[in-house]
């Protein structure tokens, strides 16, 4: 059975640096042709994609968001850590990570985690 | 950057066919994904690839996508069909993920 699980902290404050962890099972992150990208929803917003790394290491950001964010993955400990600088209130959401299937998302994000919910206030 | 445009809400009673529509640019010579988000559960993949459906996805819910519009139905409605869904595709243009806006499901 195919699952990923978010961590990190509920809280940070303004300035601060958010490092979130998704903690892959069921498959491998050296599996050909997958990845795993990071989605956040704000509050009553859409949800919105950050960034992703695929197998071959292979990484793309959230044009908008790209000074700001890091992603990496460690394949024997089946994590991907996303990395945010310099947060901000606005930045409170939903943060969500998925598994990739296919190059380019030719299948889809087929598994999500529950998603991990982080507020940013002093 | 490319746009997905999809209707805030849509209603139907129980037993009806909803039809969730979104929109872009020529967005049938792209590949377009569904998903189904309800409140405290894992976002689910309910069609990819336009109209593929997973594994465990009822047969109720299809998908099509032609000219400028994209679009999700949902047969024979159910009460726990209530959801957002969100239509997604791949950029290769801008090498970005995009999402639409989400719509609404409410089943009266």
């Known amino acids: 059975q195919v699952t990923l699980k978010e961590s990190g902290p509920v809280l940070v404050k303004p300035t601060e640096t958010l490092t979130l962890t998704c903690t892959v099972s069921?498959?491998?992150?050296?599996?050909?042709?997958?990845?795993v990208s990071w989605i956040r929803q704000p509050p009553g917003k859409a949800l919105e994609w950050l960034a992703h790394i695929f197998s071959n290491d292979e990484k793309s950001y959230n044009t908008s968001l790209k000074s700001r964010l890091a992603i990496s993955k460690d394949t024997s400990k089946s994590q991907v850590v996303l990395t945010m600088t310099s947060m901000d209130p606005v930045d409170t959401a939903t943060y969500y990570c998925?598994?990739?299937?296919?190059?380019?998302?030719?299948?889809?994000?087929?598994?999500w985690g529950q998603g991990t919910t982080v507020t940013v206030s002093s | 950057s490319y746009v997905l445009t999809q209707s805030p809400s849509v209603s139907v009673a129980p037993g009806k066919t909803a039809k969730i529509t979104c929109g872009g640019n020529n967005i049938g010579s792209k590949r377009v994904h569904w998903y189904q988000l309800k409140p405290g559960l894992a976002p689910v993949l309910v069609i990819y690839f336009d109209s593929d459906r997973p594994s465990g996805i009822p047969e109720r819910f299809s998908g099509s996508n032609s000219g400028d519009t994209a679009t999700l139905t949902i047969s024979r409605v159910e009460a726990g069909d209530e959801a957002d869904y969100y239509c997604q595709m791949w950029d290769s243009s801008s090498d970005h993920v995009v999402f639409g806006g989400g719509t609404k499901l409410t089943v009266l």
């Open positions: 069921g498959f491998s992150l050296s599996n050909a042709r997958m990845g």
């Open positions: 998925a598994r990739i299937k296919g190059i380019n998302y030719y299948y889809g994000m087929d598994v």
